[in-house]
């Protein structure tokens, strides 16, 4: 099983690099459900897996222009405090409970990407975006976002993608970029939280994280063979199957 996990590793990074999300919604499960792990221990142990990988990533779509560090810094250092509480909260929560407010989240995303799915998010920047947006609500977005990191393990990207796209009218490629900068923020601020109250292999956890950074690499290099709109529906279709599965288990 140890071996299986680690090649499901590598599917966790392509996820990362190509979608800008997804790769807690892989880890999570993966940890729980094919190597054996508590809820707990797999919500904690997923978070320095997907915040690594997303670093990562962040830096390849950096490279190529594709990160808005603004909305990054404004997006992640709001959801970093989020994060950290709603990590401390999660002693508190029945570790089904997190699996189930998990797997409903990914569905109502998934609906809010189909929705969104024709419009057009590649001819507006992020910085028009920010002048129509009130920060109030940035900072709102953000704190859920954080506070969902730290609650249930999810590093963000299936909320904050459909949040630049949709509410921002952020490219959808440069969505994908700043969306793993906010993950790997968020991630490390979940993942502190954690520390300490929760049971895991780290030294697993860290053979886990390598074989993830090459996923991501991989998928952001093959990001730009891949048009926007079959994007926007592959990441919706991913969230749907997944969170109905989860669900069910849950």
């Excluded at 992020?126 to 976002?145: C, D, Q, T």
């Excluded at 780290?202 to 390598?210: L, R």
Aim: charged share 10%.
């Amino acid at each position: 099983m140890a071996f299986l996990g680690l090649a499901l590793a590598a599917v966790v990074g392509l996820a990362l690099g190509m979608l800008g999300g997804g790769g807690s919604i892989l880890t999570v499960p993966i940890f729980t459900y094919v190597l054996g792990y508590g809820a707990k221990s797999a919500i904690a142990m997923s978070l320095p897996v997907v915040g690594t990988a997303s670093l990562a990533g962040a830096l390849r779509h950096w490279r190529a222009g594709n990160v808005d560090l603004r909305m990054a810094a404004m997006f992640g250092g709001v959801a970093m405090v989020g994060a950290y509480g709603g990590a401390r909260i999660a002693r508190f929560v029945d570790g089904r409970v997190q699996l189930t407010m998990f797997a409903v989240l990914m569905l109502v995303s998934a609906l809010s990407m189909l929705r969104s799915s024709r419009a057009s998010g590649d001819t507006t920047t992020g910085e028009a975006a920010a002048r129509r947006i009130h920060p109030a609500l940035l900072a709102a977005i953000a704190v859920g976002v954080g506070v969902l990191t730290g609650l249930v393990g999810i590093g963000g990207g299936f909320l904050v993608v459909p949040a630049l796209v949709v509410l921002a009218d952020v490219p959808m490629k440069q969505a994908v970029g700043t969306s793993l900068t906010v993950i790997a923020m968020n991630a490390a601020a979940g993942f502190a939280g954690y520390v300490g109250h929760v049971d895991a292999e780290w030294g697993y956890t860290a053979m886990f994280t390598a074989v993830a950074v090459g996923g991501i690499l991989a998928g952001t290099s093959l990001l730009r063979f891949v048009s926007t709109a079959a994007l926007k529906r592959a990441f919706a279709m991913f969230l749907l199957v997944i969170g109905g599965l989860m669900l069910i288990q849950s």
